[in-house]
């Protein structure tokens, strides 16, 4: 979800930047850019995805807001479906239509889910560059064989392109996998374990960057602190 659309002036009226002839001033003077780009259309139309800046200062509109959710089994991770999604078990927390997820998690996978309506750090946490860890906690059909670790660390071809895994870690004699990443492909971890002509039975994401799920219950939604706040932003190399 794009999160509502604004006239540009509103936005920066909203930001708390100045008024609206001051703010429509600077517009037409060339000192806001929108996503790298300047713009001098005051209707231009920007959401809280978009990244704007006044003279590359990128100005943070008030209302920023992170929580980590530990999404259960057969739930969808998008905003509308006609099944159940991760937005309807968002009841109680103030202005969800702002929100969306970091990045997708299978219907049939469970566990961890960030979510923002920080566009910027949505995109720095799931875009490839960035490299953020996400760890996932997979149960197999058959075991895995100590030679497909290192296969796995040096890189397993996908049709899209190879991937290295960064991290493995083996339990319940080579049943339970845990493998680090640092993509978001789509059914990703599956398609690695079905390259090794294994099957992923179930899929549970522990850890994405530095916040974990921590105590969370399944289907419970926390409001992240503000030192995990931070740690995803040093991640990200935000400021
Ligand atoms: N990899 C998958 O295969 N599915 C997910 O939901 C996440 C990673």
Redesign the pocket.
Known sequence: MEGKKLRLDRFLVNAGVGSRSVVRDMIREGLITVNGMVVRDISCKVSVRDEVSIEGRRIELAGKRYYKMYKPKGVI?STKDKDLTLFDLLVDIPRVEELFPV???????EGLVLITNDGLLAHRLTHPKWKVR?V?EVYLENPILVGEVDILLRGVNLKDGPVIVEDVGISDEGRVVRIT?TE?????????FSALGNR?LS?K?IAFGPIDLGGLSEGEVRELERKEIEELYKVCELK
């Open positions: 991770t990045g997708r998690l299978d219907k049939d996978a996400k996932y990443v978001g492909r789509y059914h990703l971890v599956k398609r690695i992923v899929l994401r």
